[in-house]
């Protein structure tokens, strides 16, 4: 039987938040990455492993010092897909590591996954996709994915690693936080969370939106482009929803942007027309 042992909160420490990239991806939690098959989700988690291991600036994010990034992925080949987009990205693979699973399968309660960031000293974990790493355990059980995720977690925060968690989505209509595949204690589990998906506007075109926060405001979602020439290609922040991206159709146009719209038109071409109906008002700027 455990002993009880209590303590008072003012005897804890308050500690800030430390991110990896503000406010996307916290240091030391976990953070969920979702989105439909194809949408981009497993190069996003590439190009933010990139931008850590040579320290470049993420959207919103300095420039820091080159951090060690392991790289789990049971689904894409090493050597014909994550390696070569990883290279388009600019990564420094020699700061890029993977377990070994030749011999042993990797899953969520592997005391590799702790022995593995201790061992490189590790800021970034990905593991892709959360499916894949529950071996024997049942994905679709409360209980059970309570207790992974748990664990998942206290080992983030001991070391200060980000831990993130790709996940697929399945097809049935819904809130976001209720498409990925098992429990949604998976996504209860993350402090953060961002979704992938196709900008309606153009399909080669994909958006990060932010949909869960629980440690500050929700960032702005990002557009990022990337072609097999171009490589990936941050383009900056847009005004993407969660319901545009999920289901491929833009937003209704409202009579402030429209009317914002008609303005912007008309500043542009020295000259303002006004349709309404059959009548055409021009109105001349001085």
């Known amino acids: 039987m455990a002993v009880l042992k209590m303590t008072k909160l003012s005897e804890i420490q308050s500690e800030p938040v430390e991110w990896l990239w503000e406010p996307y991806i916290p240091c030391g939690m976990i953070t969920l990455i979702q989105g439909d098959g194809g949408e981009g989700k497993t190069t996003t988690a590439l190009a933010i492993a990139a931008a850590v291991t040579t320290g470049n600036a993420l959207p919103g994010r300095r420039a820091t010092v080159p951090a060690p990034v392991i790289l789990q992925n049971a689904e894409d080949s090493y050597p014909k897909k994550l390696k070569p987009t990883l290279e388009k990205c600019g990564a420094n693979l020699d700061l890029i590591e993977r377990i070994d699973e030749d011999e042993c399968a990797l899953t969520f309660s592997d005391e590799r996954i702790e022995q593995a960031i201790v061992r490189t000293g590790a800021k970034l974990f990905i593991l892709d996709p959360v499916q894949a790493f529950f071996g024997s355990a049942n994905m679709n059980s409360m209980?059970?994915?309570?207790?992974?995720?748990?664990?998942?977690?206290?080992?983030?925060?001991?070391?200060?690693?980000?831990?993130?968690?790709?996940?697929?989505?399945?097809?049935?209509?819904?809130?976001?936080?209720?498409?990925?595949?098992?429990?949604?204690?998976?996504?209860?589990?993350?402090?953060?969370?961002?979704?992938?998906?196709?900008?309606?506007?153009?399909?080669?075109?994909?958006?990060?939106?932010?949909?869960?926060?629980?440690?500050?405001?929700?960032?702005?979602?990002?557009?990022?482009?990337?072609?097999?020439?171009?490589?990936?290609?941050?383009?900056?922040?847009?005004?993407?929803?969660?319901?545009?991206?999920?289901?491929?159709?833009?937003?209704?146009?409202?009579?402030?942007?429209?009317?914002?719209?008609?303005?912007?038109?008309?500043?542009?071409?020295?000259?303002?027309?006004?349709?309404?109906?059959?009548?055409?008002?021009?109105?001349?700027?001085i």
């Open 143 to 285: 209980s059970s994915v309570r207790q992974i995720m748990k664990r998942l977690g206290d080992i983030a925060a001991r070391h200060d690693c980000a831990i993130l968690l790709v996940g697929h989505m399945n097809k049935s209509g819904g809130k976001a936080a209720y498409r990925g595949h098992g429990s949604v204690d998976i996504y209860a589990a993350a402090r953060c969370v961002i979704t992938v998906g196709k900008m309606p506007i153009d399909e080669n075109i994909r958006a990060i939106v932010p949909i869960k926060n629980n440690l500050a405001p929700l960032g702005k979602s990002q557009a990022f482009g990337f072609d097999p020439v171009g490589g990936f290609t941050w383009l900056g922040e847009c005004d993407a929803t969660i319901d545009e991206i999920l289901s491929g159709k833009p937003r209704p146009e409202s009579q402030f942007t429209k009317a914002r719209r008609l303005i912007e038109t008309a500043l542009a071409h020295d000259f303002v027309a006004v349709l309404e109906g059959s009548n055409k008002v021009e109105v001349e700027l």
